[in-house]
């Protein structure tokens, strides 16, 4: 069938195309432009509309395509145009002839920029195409400091007899341009330690993607509300392009405030409202040390948590941290056996309030691994069947991690993480039981056909410790499983070993306590609706556990996820798939915010 095409914009006139392709039929629109709206506009497009038509067939090869061309008046309503295409053979590209000079012939970028053209001998000759490929070439030129590059010889030979088409583009680069001086205005930091967020040597060579990683590490270190990293082209000499950095600080002080809810995170199935307050100073001095503090408060967990920075070899890859916290948390369930029904009641949690101290020191590594050595004291009070525990640590520890994004997005479409990191403990220096701990986090994330996303993770983790000496493991150093971050459908940290005991009444209580070791896994398949909002299915598994035992709990679940400004939003229900002794089969809904990595 051959394709009928027709549009009006308004009662002057109605434009009909047949014969043509689609695509055809599209450029010769284009090429038209807009309908007239004037007796006047009519008559000037109708005089050029033969020109425009031919250039249209001409721009995508078709050289010998015959153009039947009618008019029919109307004394009223819009005139008629017809336009019948017989398109003819098209013109076919017999070769590209793509040659650079003098140090392009070296760099690697230019190489790599040909690898990924997909035009070639055979395609149709669209000249669109053509000028796209000289406008690539001459940014990319641009962008790697080519600033005298120009084209000594930039055509397309057509040989109308046979229908076939040469394409020239030979580029003359000239000399690569260097970077030159950095200068930085509007900041009161100090000058050297501002030199150290340059992320490349004096007279390195010109390229855009050094400066924008200049850039990045100006927003990383969050001192700055406003960037601008300016090439002072217009000031370059014969050898380097002066760099001109404005920069704009943040507030001294800034408050955030956050207002949430968790939503039957216990056994009573209860909902506790939620309310955050950060205060940070983005900068202290001119030597860039912050802090940053939070205070959150609900029923029963309230927390306040101090972090002072101080930036050592380098603002970003070496920083010292200092941190000061009390925070009050609860884990698992308690319940007392009632005789009367034969059956256990809930009667509340692991309650425990917990003291504090450490000092932190991470460094950037090669290839961006995280590398981080701490020194944590903290004392935790609880209460575990019916004994008052008052447990001291000082840990020692180190971990290492790395993070790879495929994109900068806060929705990354493909990327890892790994992490791992160990803990010491020890009586002769301070700490209640000797306690070697070990954890693992892994997280996976890939997306097929676009539209298909795919996350896995898994967490594990160890206790090493006499078995007699369980109990003065404090909770925040067990392992208990349950919660968005964990086993979805579960309330939060309520998963995990139980032990009973005789209560002060003398009846029976059981109460979970935790576990020495966890192993929890998640696979999640999410479907792109469109570009903001896609759907989720998920399976969760695993459970913290003793040298015993180890009694898997797994839950399923769905949700919807919206991809809004400032990161994923998600909405997602979780259906527990077992029954434990100490906990029903349930459900949760769970909300969650922010990035996958």
């Known amino acids: 069938m051959v394709p009928n095409f027709a549009w009006a914009k308004d009662n002057w006139l109605t434009v009909k195309v047949t014969g043509a392709s689609g695509r055809l039929t599209k450029n010769i629109q284009a090429h038209l432009g807009n309908n007239p709206d004037s007796e006047v506009q009519r008559r000037a497009y109708l005089f050029t509309v033969e020109d425009n038509v031919n250039a249209a067939l001409e721009s995508i090869g078709h050289y010998h395509a015959k153009v039947s061309i009618n008019v029919e008046e109307a004394t009223k309503g819009p005139w008629k145009l017809n336009i019948d295409i017989d398109e003819g053979a098209p013109t076919i590209v017999q070769w590209i002839d793509i040659k650079f000079s003098e140090q392009m012939i070296e760099d690697n970028s230019f190489n790599r920029w040909l690898d990924q053209l997909t035009i070639k001998p055979g395609d149709v000759l669209d000249h669109g195409v053509y000028q796209e490929l ?23 030979v057509v040989n109308r007899d046979v229908n076939t088409a040469k394409i020239h583009l030979h580029y003359d680069s000239g000399r690569r341009y260097q970077l030159g001086n950095v200068e930085f205005h509007g900041h009161t930091l100090n000058d050297e330690f501002m030199k150290k967020l340059i992320p490349f040597k004096p007279n390195s060579n010109y390229s855009t993607r050094r400066l924008n990683r200049l850039n990045r590490n100006l927003i990383d270190t969050g001192y700055f509300s406003n960037i601008k990293v300016l090439p002072q082209v217009d000031a370059m000499t014969d050898v380097d392009v002066p760099i001109r950095v404005d920069l704009s600080p943040r507030p001294t002080h800034s408050f955030e405030l956050g207002l949430g809810a968790d ?18 100073m983005p900068q202290i001095n001119s030597y860039g040390h912050t802090q940053e503090t939070t205070m959150e408060w609900s029923p029963d967990r309230p927390k306040f948590l101090t972090t002072y920075t101080i930036p050592l070899k380098h603002p970003l890859d070496d920083q010292l941290q200092f941190k000061i916290g009390l925070l009050r948390d609860k884990y698992g369930v308690t319940q007392d056996y009632n005789e009367e029904d034969r059956s256990y009641d809930y009667t509340g949690q692991l309650e425990s309030e917990k003291r504090l101290l450490g000092v932190i020191r991470q460094q950037t590594l090669a290839d961006q691994w995280l590398f981080g050595y701490s020194l944590e004291y903290s004392q935790e009070l609880y209460n575990q069947s019916n004994i008052d525990y008052d447990s001291k640590f000082l840990l020692a520890g180190f971990g290492i991690g790395k993070t790879v994004r495929g994109d900068n997005t806060l929705d990354p479409k493909s990327g890892y993480r790994h992490i791992y990191s160990m803990q010491y403990g020890d009586p002769n220096l301070g700490s209640e039981i000797r306690l070697l701990k070990f954890e693992a986090n892994f997280k996976w994330i890939d997306t097929f056909f676009e539209r298909h996303r795919f996350v896995a993770r898994l967490d594990l983790g160890a206790n090493i410790a006499d078995s007699d000496d369980i109990a003065q493991i404090s909770p925040s150093l067990r392992y208990f499983t349950g919660g968005d971050q964990s086993i979805r459908g579960y309330g939060y940290q309520e998963l995990g070993p139980f032990i009973e005991y005789t209560n002060e009444d003398g009846s029976t209580s059981r109460q979970v306590v935790g576990g020495r070791y966890l192993m929890v896994g998640s696979l999640e398949y999410q479907f792109y609706l469109t570009d903001t909002w896609r759907l989720a299915s998920f399976v ?24 809004s400004p400032i990161g994923p939003i998600r909405f997602d229900l979780g259906v527990g798939l077992k029954e434990t002794e100490t906990v029903d089969r349930s459900w949760r809904i769970h909300l969650t915010m922010g990035t996958d990595l």
């Open 134 to 156: 000289k406008n690539q070439l001459v940014t990319l030129a641009m962008a790697r400091g080519y600033f005298d590059g120009k084209f000594s010889r930039a055509e397309v």
């Open 263 to 280: 939503i039957g995170t216990n056994a009573e199935k209860t909902i506790e409202p939620r309310v955050r307050l950060t205060w940070r």
């Open 540 to 563: 969760d598994a695993g459970n913290a556990f003793d040298t015993e035992t180890f009694e898997p709990i797994a839950s399923v679940g769905g949700g919807v996820h919206w991809i």
